[in-house]
């Protein structure tokens, strides 16, 4: 038969209810040119006309770059909603957050193709699941709070087990306030007679709900791949999606419980958006829930707020409500962290509102601007590459969160053998660190693409590129992060290296596809090879649940030992489900005074001791050991990339008076 658009379709039936696959063939194909026609494959569900799924490669790339976008902004959304009714759960989720998922994938489902073969198409495919499986494999257990992941974890934990947000402090069971009690811990802040997590809500509300790290890697490995395939061509798509997975930034958080990798999934599932040309509205939404996961997310997105000023107003609508729920939620769920960071945030904030105000006012782009914007790129690199020569950069203690960095970061240099300065923050090699995971080629590659782009003002690459560009020169001047690797690498992840790593498959789509595979992805392996087959901290869930297990039903747990309170107090309220506290400790000292243990044990309901040595506990009754974990962590390394593992050891005694 022929259908009205002049394609020749040939049908395969089914019965009436059942399903029929079309081979849809274009003008001229079937004929004879001289070259074997490809067809396009699609799927549709008989009788309902309306509802198609094409199958051909290029579709499958281009739906796969904007579907894991779509489906957590939905997904996010719905879950933000059950935490602020205190309903949140598993089921809960399944029920409300499936049905937004498919909303948001239907409405934002894109109708546009790029040029690809199964080949290319299914390469990134592979790429993805092939992330996906090695990094469950290599997954981590960050369960005890010592670092971000764990703190993600237990806020996870919680919102799991109890459906919102504050966290009661359970006063009571210790018969009421006194004033050597104290309910924060590391990551967990009291505020206003309960506690609240440190970080925004988004990734917690993920991982709550099922997600995985490596399942998340996975996707951002999509759609990065996607995202090349729209921007270069589907022939490097494979090339980008596997030097993205394969950087040593990308394995490590796609192992643990960060916020990195679901923030880079919604800017680049925004970018694939807009490169689409679909409901640009839903597009901005999808870029301003990035602040959901992270607050760094409203720097990312500037560029995206200037761009639908100057060019797409319901961009910037989309952009405004979504920067806007995300910063809202933070606000009202982690107030203290907001004011942990408005030395930072308020700035930042001046800024966009700055940018905004100025925007409008540009009507056309001057000509000078193209080459002026090409030499900033290649100046910006050279002040970056000698920075280390002329600035050393460093930050005085100020305050007791500055304490703990300069003692910590003291400890890590007497560990690699550098002169002690623990005021030193390291961002002078930031540069460098970019170097050690993606390689100098790349990164000459990618500067050699910026220059190129910047000078040809190419219309689809511009919000790539801004956003690129202006993310890299930021975050590499002022990182913001205590500098030990692997876990400073975080910051490259989402936008750094999958936007350096797509500028330079763009710098190099003329060379052969073999020379491009060698320059970006051998570097990196390089790098990642050294810890890539190697888990960090496993066996502390199986060390955890047996602590729990050595607590009796119905305690109510003092933390008497700094260290052991600051890392598990909110593992024993949230994990182990007990009433928990630490008692304050005069300062310089790792233990509390005893008058004030004994005045709080003489009033708390069936209490129990937890300490780190034996010793700190025989005052009050027998010690026994009920954690005694030996396992690996990260690598502290402040000069070099990191190539291995350090030891941990945790021990926890218990005590009851």
């Known amino acids: 038969m022929f259908r009205r658009d002049g394609r020749h379709a040939a049908r395969r039936r089914g019965s009436r209810a059942g399903w029929a696959v079309v081979v849809h063939l274009a003008p001229g194909q079937g004929r004879s040119e001289g070259r074997v026609a490809r067809p396009r494959y699609t799927a549709r569900l008989w009788p309902i006309r309306a509802l198609r799924i094409d199958l051909s490669p290029g579709r499958l790339l281009a739906v796969g770059s904007v579907l894991p976008a779509l489906a957590l902004s939905g997904w996010l959304l719905a879950g933000l909603a059950l935490v602020f009714l205190g309903w949140f759960g598993v089921w809960q989720m399944a029920l409300v957050g499936i049905p937004a998922a498919a909303l948001f994938v239907w409405a934002g489902w894109p109708k546009d193709t790029v040029e690809s073969t199964w080949w290319q198409a299914g390469s990134v495919f592979l790429v993805a699941a092939a992330s996906g499986v090695f990094n469950t494999l290599y997954a981590s257990q960050q369960y005890i709070v010592r670092r971000d992941p764990a703190t993600y974890q237990q806020y996870a934990i919680w919102l799991r087990n109890h459906g919102g947000l504050p966290i009661p402090p359970g006063t009571e069971a210790f018969g009421g306030p006194d004033e050597a009690l104290r309910f924060a811990s590391m990551g967990f802040y009291a505020h206003d007679g309960a506690i609240v997590p440190q970080f925004m809500p988004g990734a917690p509300i993920l991982y709550a709900s099922g997600f995985t790290p490596a399942l998340l890697g996975a996707l951002a490995v999509l759609t990065v791949g996607g995202v090349t395939a729209r921007l270069v061509n589907a022939r490097s798509a494979w090339i980008g999606a596997l030097a993205f997975a394969v950087a040593l930034p990308i394995l490590y958080t796609s192992r643990t419980t960060f916020s990195e990798i679901p923030s880079l999934v919604l800017l680049f599932g925004g970018l694939a958006l807009v490169l689409a040309g679909r409901r640009m509205f839903l597009a901005g939404l999808v870029f301003g829930l990035a602040l959901l996961i992270r607050i760094d997310g409203l720097r990312d997105i500037l560029p995206v707020l200037v761009f639908g000023v100057v060019a797409q107003r319901r961009l910037l609508a989309g952009a405004v409500v979504g920067g806007g729920i995300g910063f809202g939620a933070g606000f009202v769920l982690s107030r203290p962290y907001f004011d942990y960071l408005s030395g930072s945030l308020l700035p930042l904030l001046a800024v966009c509102a700055v940018v905004l105000a ?42 007791p969160e500055d304490a703990l960095t300069a003692q910590m970061i003291g400890a890590v240099q007497k560990a690699n053998g550098l002169p002690i300065d623990p005021t030193r923050l390291y961002y002078e090699n930031s540069l460098y660190w970019v170097i050690w ?3 100098l080629p790349a990164l000459l590659l990618a500067v050699f693409g910026a220059v190129t782009l910047m000078r040809k003002m190419e219309k689809p690459w511009l919000l790539p590129t801004a956003i690129i560009l202006w993310t890299t020169v930021t975050t590499l001047y002022r990182p913001a992060i205590t500098a030990d690797h692997p876990f400073a690498a975080r910051r490259l992840v989402p936008v750094i290296i999958p936007g350096l790593i797509l500028l330079a498959v763009w710098g190099a789509r003329r060379l052969p596809v073999w020379a491009t595979a060698a320059l970006l992805v051998v570097p990196p392996v390089i790098t990642s090879i050294g810890t890539a087959f190697t888990p960090i901290e496993r066996g502390e869930l199986a060390a955890v649940q047996k602590m729990c297990d050595a607590i009796p039903d119905g305690s109510t747990v003092l933390i008497v030992e700094r260290v052991t309170g600051d890392r598990l107090t909110q593992v024993v309220r949230g994990q182990c489900g007990f009433p928990t506290a630490r008692v304050a400790y005069p300062e310089g000292e790792n233990v509390p ?33 009920v954690m005694a974990l030996r396992t690996r962590q990260d690598e502290r390394s402040l000069v070099k990339a990191p190539d291995g593992t350090w030891s941990l050891s945790v021990d926890v005694w218990l005590a009851m008076p």
Do not use: C, M, S
Request: net charge positive; proline share 10%.
């Open 358 to 399: 100025v925007a409008p006012f540009v009507k056309k782009v001057p000509r000078w601007l193209p080459n002026v914007a090409a030499a900033g790129v290649v100046l910006g690199v050279l002040a970056l590459a000698v920075r280390p020569l002329v600035e050393t950069v460093k930050r005085p203690v100020t305050n």
């Open 437 to 439: 995971y993606v390689g």
């Open 593 to 625: 005074l005893e008058a004030d243990v004994r005045r709080i044990i003489a009033r708390t309901h069936r209490p129990v001791l937890l300490a780190a040595e034996p010793g700190q506990l025989t005052a009050y009754g027998t010690p026994r050991q």
